[in-house]
Structures are given as C-alpha cells and as structure tokens.
C-alpha cells in the first residue's frame, strides 16, 4: 500500500511530465510554424529551424507554457488575453535573444529586411507580435484544451503507451538539448 509522501511523489512527477509533454507540444507546434514560414514565405525549402537536431523549438515550449499559466485568468476577456500575450511573447523573444547571443554568440533570427514591419535590433518586430498574439490565443482557447485532453485520455486509457511514449519523448528531446548546449548549435550527432 502506498504512503502519502509516495502518493504526493507520483503526483508531481505526473504533473511535471503532463506539462513537459505539454511543453514539447508546443515546442513542436513553433517548429512547424516556423518551418512553414521559411517554406512558403521566405522561399527557402525545407530549413530546420532552431538549434536541435530534432522538431522542437524550446523557445515555443517556454512561450506556451508561460501563456497557458499567465493568461488563464485573463481568458474570459479575450481582447486583454491578447494584449496580454504579445506582450509576453514579444518580451521573451527580447530576453532570449539577448540570452542567446551572451550564450552562443549570436541569436538565430533577425527581423530586419524580412518585411515584418518595424523592428528592434532585428531582435522584436511588429508583424511578429500580433502573429504570437494570434498563435497564444489559439494555444489558450483550442490547442491546450485538445492538449489536456489527449494527454488525460491516454493516461487513463492507454497508461502503458503514455509512459513509453512520455518517456521516449523526454529522453529524446534532453538528450539533443543536452548534446547541442555541450557541442554547439551546428553539431551534428
């Protein structure tokens, strides 16, 4: 029979890996957004964006997460949700660019010369913004709610294949984090 402390661990490592999985959903969602954007738009073919080997943006894993927890009460008034989300998103991507260029050198997008209107540093743009605006409220009113959803169902219905896939899934994306902090954003495996 388990104990209570036992019981609270299983609880929070349930919680954690929900919202890791939930992190990575995001992370994957920006990958594709991103992806699509060098394809269509830009005319670039097929660009792997980011600095993982696999399709995860872990800046878009961040942003949906800070989203999802920061906007929620602010859900059933939707015009102050989305201000409220550009101006997160606009702010992280201020943050982590200036985050990655002190870690790595660089940071791995400039605005500038894009056509994405007006710009800070080629680090912020306007079009930019109001599109994570319009991306966070998709991920608040629709892509979260089918999130939880899933990942409930497939805890109580399917508790075998969430774990094997939960855990493939957070080992794959920690392993290539973890290859790439230690060998650089170009390495390859």
């Not at 939930?22 to 269509?40: D, P, R, S, T």
Request: charged content about 15%.
């Amino acid at each position: 029979m388990a104990t209570q402390k036992e019981g609270g661990i299983r609880a929070a490592a349930q919680w954690i890996t929900e919202w890791f999985l939930v992190f990575l959903a995001f992370g994957f969602i920006g990958w594709v957004y991103e992806v699509a954007i060098m394809y269509f738009e830009m005319k670039q073919g097929f660009v792997n964006r980011g600095f993982l080997l696999g399709p995860c943006l872990p800046l878009y894993g961040f942003g949906g997460l800070a989203i999802v927890l920061c906007v929620k009460r602010l859900k059933k008034h939707p015009l102050l949700c989305f201000l409220a989300i550009c101006l997160l998103t606009t702010g992280t991507e201020l943050l982590v660019s200036y985050l990655m260029e002190w870690w790595m050198g660089s940071f791995l997008w400039d605005y500038r010369d894009t056509g994405f209107g007006p710009t800070f540093e080629g680090r912020i743009a306007l079009r930019s913004s109001l599109q994570f605006g319009l991306i966070g409220m998709a991920a608040v009113y629709l892509i979260h709610p089918v999130l939880e959803k899933v990942i409930g169902w497939l805890r109580s219905k399917c508790k075998p294949l969430y774990v094997v896939l939960a855990t493939l899934l957070i080992a794959a994306f920690l392993a290539d984090l973890v290859w790439h902090l230690l060998h650089g954003s170009n390495a390859t495996w």
